[in-house]
């Protein structure tokens, strides 16, 4: 639900429009459908989840991610753990709007909890996202420069 809500706004920023937004998850099995919570809770805000489907996170998405969000501290934490050398681009989605909680995964409960934690995750996307922007534009920025760097150096050496 969060790549899908943070999609919409990235669409509404001409900006950003073309930024890339993954969903993937440390533990999720490759291939599985959005539980039918999902698919409702964003079928009310427009949004269709139907072809949505799971994948596990992988060292190639680490690498070429500006930006990773966690839903709970513990997922933050262990994204640090497994991948130390994206440590600066992991973060809790909370953090962004200045907070510091996790949010549940609703995964197999009701449909009121779904809307809530749909809210919620649109709340702090709301509430977060000049904070998303500007680290995920300074890690870009950062990455462009050492590209330019190393093309640079090797350049020199031939």
């Known amino acids: 639900m ?3 809500l943070l999609r919409r706004y990235l669409d509404e920023d001409d900006a950003r429009r ?3 937004v993954l969903s993937a998850g440390l533990w999720a099995e ?3 459908p959005a539980s039918t919570g999902a698919v409702m809770a964003m079928a009310e805000r427009g ?3 139907t072809g949505h489907r799971s994948r596990r996170l992988t060292p190639q998405m680490v690498e070429g991610a500006d930006l990773i969000l966690g839903m709970t501290p513990q997922h933050v934490e262990a994204m640090q753990q497994a991948f130390p050398e994206a440590r600066e681009r992991i973060h809790l989605l909370a953090e962004m709007a200045g907070e510091s909680h996790g949010i549940a995964d609703p995964y197999g409960l009701s449909p009121v909890t779904y809307r809530a934690t749909a809210n919620e995750i649109e709340r702090l996307i709301r509430a977060g996202y000049e904070r998303m ?3 995920a534009e300074g890690v870009h920025e950062r990455h462009e420069r050492r590209e330019k760097d ?3 150096e090797m350049a020199r050496n031939e």
Do not use: N, S, T
Request: charged share 40%.
């Open 2 to 4: 969060a790549a899908a």
């Open 18 to 20: 073309d930024w890339r």
């Open 30 to 32: 490759d291939g599985e």
């Open 47 to 49: 949004i269709d989840l």
């Open 133 to 135: 922007v500007a680290l």
């Open 150 to 152: 190393e093309r640079h």
